[in-house]
């Protein structure tokens, strides 16, 4: 398994020298991500939670990182972090049975 913690640090190093290089891409990056901060329904405990579960569903590490040092200053317990794994879980089973019906409906398509 990875040491996060370094991880993170390295990742926030790296993005660091991104912005410098494209300092426009990193500005627009830095408004979509920060957009939910001024966000009125949601607390930023479930926006991190539903963050984690996006992150697990897309695979990004770094997002993993990120979003679980925040859920955490946002007071997340280990069992909300764990229902909202669930539900990630649970979408990524549930797009596999999606694509494996359209796997099937290409291949009636293309034998036909």
Known sequence: MLDWKEYRREVKGRVG????????AMKGYVALATSGDKAQHLDGKTRELIALAVAVTTHCDGCIASHVEAAIKYGATKEELSEALGVAIALNAGAALVYSARTLDCFDQMSA
Not at 17 to 24: N, S
């Open 17 to 24: 020298d991104l912005a410098k290089a494209a300092p426009e």
